[in-house]
Structure formats: structure tokens, C-alpha cells
């Protein structure tokens, strides 16, 4: 077989197994909405899309070229800002909505592009603290630039007064939502090419050794301002997304904690992954709409969650997921099951029982005199009863320190499935 055939047929496996992926989510993105079609779950549904938009943007920033960033959210809230002044602009109703997105896009590059042109002249320190200035800086002028930002009150518009795309009107969540996962994808599929560009690929090595790259020739910072740029406008189109969906953008669109809550969802998913910043979004929407439901905590567990990520798995949930790719490799993924089942679910069995505890503690300081029982589990729990405690408190004891005791198990077992077999040697 000659080289070239081989090569390309190395080549057809390679773009196989690429758009396998993207089919899959394309398929996904389709029938989900039919399968879940309430307002509620289009709302979150679309909702995560533009999360995950804006957490694949950051990631060109942190992921791809080492910038650490600590107030990303402007380039989103900026975009969101133009996008509601142009719902609200008496051209509107000849401009499509679907072209909406497109110009939060390029209002979001010319702004990186004026803050990058002197915030990537250097990385590291210096740039994250420039990034966190402007930040703040930009949560001011809302407050002081008021014929942009409208204020406290913000900006708000209506999309369904812009010109009909194909006799849509976009009044309907799911005609919204299939707009938002149609951005999404071609956003997201735009973002990979890039990151297997020259450009993309050069990031990657000024984040990992920027005094090699210049000795090779190439300038880092023209490398860092040209993956800004992109990462501003990718996060533009997410704002104009965010504007669509919400028809409203107000100074929590641009400030710190928005720019803090991206970098929580990129390093919750994975930063060294292009898909960990989708699982991150995901999971984030998730426990913000379906926990915020159970519990005025949410933000405290998903603050311990990060921590512990960030503590015992950099990699983050994507990391997690690809370690087992050499166990799966080597056919033994199956010696871990059990060892998870003796070990992982004692620890959540503990973990939640340590949150009843938790959940049982801020019932009795900020229950109305009088109120002695809450739900818990579903299950009507009196705080003032001894037993409760007790009960919650064997649980957290019981389940953490048996998945304490089955680590080393679980230790052994993982050691195992990671290690190659050797051959056993004949006897002479």
C-alpha cells in the first residue's frame, strides 16, 4: 500500500471521527426541545446554550492561551447592551433577528480589540489584574453613562417586534431556542477551527513557553491580542443571545461576578478540554435552576464543589472523565466498578447527609419563631427533635468514614487498571 493511500485513509478516520461529535450534538440540540417542550425547560435549555457559548469564548482565553481573565463578562454584557439598543431602534423592524447576534459579535471584537491592543502586551499577573480593573471600571459606567447603560435599571427591548425571518417571529421558546442552538453550533464549530488553526495552535505554545515562540520568530503578543479579539467576539455573539432571550441587560451582565461566575463554570468542566466548558455550563445551569429550587444554599455547595475541584482535580470533570481513557484502553474499566460502588457511594451518602446537617442549622437561625418543621428530601423534618440530628449525623459519620476506609481499595483497584500486563516468562 503506497503512502499517500495510507495517509489518506488516516485522514478520512481523523475527520470521521471529528464530525461524529458534532452530529451527535446537532441531533441532540434537535430533538431535545421536542422531548422537553414546557417553557420552563426551553428557558434553562436555552439558557445553558448561551452559557455555553460564552464558557467556550473564555476558554480561547484561558485554556488556549494561558490568560486568565477577571472581567471576560464585559465583552457578553456589551454585546447585550448594542444588540437591546438595536431591538429598540426604530430600523428594527427591517433588521432579521437572527442577524441580532452578529452584531453583539462584532461590537464585542472592536471593544477587545481597543482593550487588548495594551492589556496582551504581557500575561500572567499583570494581565489578569488590568482585566480585573476593567471590570470594575465598566460596572461604573453603568451607573454613570447613563444614556448607554440605562442605569440600575438597565436596558430592555422586544424581539418579536423585528422583521419576520422566514414568517418566524420569534414569540414562541421554541422557535427562541432553536435560534440560540443554531448560534451555539455554529459558534462552537467555529471556535474548534480556530483552535486548530496556525493562530490557535501558537496560542498553545505562548500559554506553555512564550520565550521559545519568540525565539522561533513568532510574537506573543500579537499571538495573545489576536485570540482576545476572537474570544470578545465569540463572547459578543453570546451576549446578543443573552439580549434575545431575556430582552434585558443590566449592570449583573457585565460585572466581576458575572466575569467570576465563567471562570467557576470553565475550571468546573475542564480547562485542558475543548468540550470541558460545555459540561461545565451545564452542570452549572443545572445545579443554579434545579438546586436554587431546593435550597436557598446553592452558591455555598457550588463554592465547596469548585474548591474541591480545584484542590484534588485540576482537570476538572472532563479531566475526570478522560482518566479513565488508558482503563478503557486496556479492557479493564470494569475492575473499577465495584470499588466505586463501595467507596464513591458511601462518600455521597456522607456529603449529603453533612448538607442535612447544614440545611438543618440555617432552618433554626432563619425559620420564623414558632416554625420547627422543614422539608428535607422531601421528607417533613423537625429541627427541634433530637433524633433528626442524630440520624443526619450517623449518615454524614457512617458514609464518610466507610468511603475513607474502601479508599485504599478503591487506590489499589485504580493502580491495577491502569497498569499494562506483562507477559509471564517460560521456564527454561
Known sequence: MSTAN??????????????LPWIIGAIILLVLPILMGSKGQLTIMSQMSIMVVFALAY??????????????????????????????????????????????????????????????????????????GLGELMAACVLIIVVFFGGEEGISGYRDEGLPFFGLEFISH???FYLI???????AALMFLFSRTPVGRMA?????????????????????????????????????????????????DLNVTASGVILLIVFLGGVGFFWGPIIGAVVFILLQTVLGLQTHLWELYVGVIFVAMVMYFPGGLAGIIMSHA???????????????????????????????????????????????????????????????????????????????????????AWDQANTIDTPAEEPS
Open 6 to 19: 495510507t495517509t489518506n485513509r488516516a485522514y478520512g478516520a481523523i475527520t470521521l471521527g471529528t464530525l
Open 59 to 132: 476558554n480561547m482565553l484561558l485554556g488556549q492561551g494561558g490568560m486568565l481573565s477577571f472581567g471576560h463578562a464585559v465583552y457578553m454584557g456589551m454585546g447585550s447592551f448594542l444588540c437591546l439598543h438595536v431591538m429598540n431602534a426604530s430600523y428594527f423592524g427591517s433588521v432579521p433577528l437572527p442577524i441580532l447576534p452578529l452584531i453583539g459579535g462584532f461590537f464585542g471584537l472592536g471593544i477587545a480589540m481597543i482593550i487588548g491592543s495594551f492589556s496582551t502586551r504581557s500575561a500572567g499577573t499583570i494581565f489578569a489584574m488590568i482585566s480585573l
Open 174 to 176: 421554541i422557535e427562541v
Open 181 to 187: 442552538a443554531f448560534w451555539l453550533f455554529v459558534s
Open 204 to 252: 498553545n505554545a505562548v500559554r506553555d513557553n512564550p520565550e521559545r515562540a519568540q525565539f522561533l520568530g513568532y510574537s506573543a503578543r500579537w499571538v495573545r491580542f489576536v485570540s482576545f479579539s476572537a474570544s470578545g467576539f465569540f463572547c459578543g455573539i453570546a451576549g446578543g443571545l443573552s439580549a434575545i432571550l431575556f430582552e434585558i441587560a443590566t449592570e449583573s
Open 326 to 412: 488508558v482503563a478503557m484502553s486496556l479492557g479493564k474499566l470494569g475492575l473499577l466498578v465495584r470499588p466505586y460502588l463501595t467507596c464513591v457511594l458511601p462518600a455521597i451518602i456522607g456529603i449529603l447527609g453533612l448538607c442535612g446537617l447544614i440545611e438543618m442549622i440555617f432552618h433554626m437561625r432563619e425559620a420564623p419563631t414558632g416554625e420547627t418543621e422543614m422539608t428535607l428530601f422531601w421528607t417533613a423534618i423537625d429541627t427541634h427533635h433530637i433524633w433528626a440530628w442524630l440520624v443526619f449525623g450517623v449518615i454524614a459519620a457512617g458514609g464518610i468514614l466507610l468511603a475513607r476506609q474502601q479508599s485504599s481499595v478503591l487506590k489499589e
